[in-house]
């Protein structure tokens, strides 16, 4: 009697995302397929960063989003490409701005799929990133293929993105710089950097700048 070949062991997903309904909701959907199964669930970047460090998250793909209280979701990714990169990340998130996307793929996620894509998707897109696929969601690829100029944005760095984003949500630069674990003076710094590439010599413009493109906070 022939043995037969032994099922590949299932594909292990960690979930991040600060609303524990949307959590659920994730969680259902791929428990439902055979090959995909659940081994974490987090509400910030800190406690993913926490878990990774004292080596209990035992995943193949982590679905993040980007817009978490705490730790910046960016400077996650970055510091998983650093120390972690066999964990693969795929972006889940309601931001589909060209600028978002492009510094989250710079950061090291592999995958960017938004949450008004249909749930097949999602499903879709964690078995290819598991397989190290890139992969991106049809209405983020649709951007992407669209011809342009190069637009000041774009040509930020991933802190000077961090803190763009910070002032757009209105925070102080202390907020900033509490949030990214830097300094005060660097925030500072990195204002002033990004305020010439785009342009813009106030908060009023840069808002305007920011509507005009699109960018979200």
Known sequence: MLDLPAAPPPIRVALADDH???????????????DLTICGEFADADAVFAALQRGTLLADVLVLDLSMPGRSALDLLRRIQAHWPELRVLVF??????????QALRAGALG??????????????????????????ADIASHAQTPSLPLPHLSLTAREFE???GLLQGQSLEQIAEQ???SSKTVSNLQTQLRQKL???????????????????
């Open 20 to 34: 524990a309904v949307v959590r659920e909701g994730y969680r259902r959907l791929l428990m439902l397929e055979p």
């Open 112 to 137: 960017y799929i938004t949450k008004s894509s249909p749930p097949e998707d999602l499903v879709a897109a964690v078995r290819h990133v598991a397989r190290g696929q890139a992969v991106l969601s």
């Open 93 to 102: 998130s309601m931001h589909e701005d060209p600028a978002r996307v492009q």
């Open 163 to 165: 803190v763009l984003r």
């Open 180 to 182: 990214l674990h830097i």
């Open 199 to 217: 342009g813009v010599g106030n908060a009023v413009e840069l808002l305007r700048y920011a509507q005009q493109h699109g960018i979200s906070p």
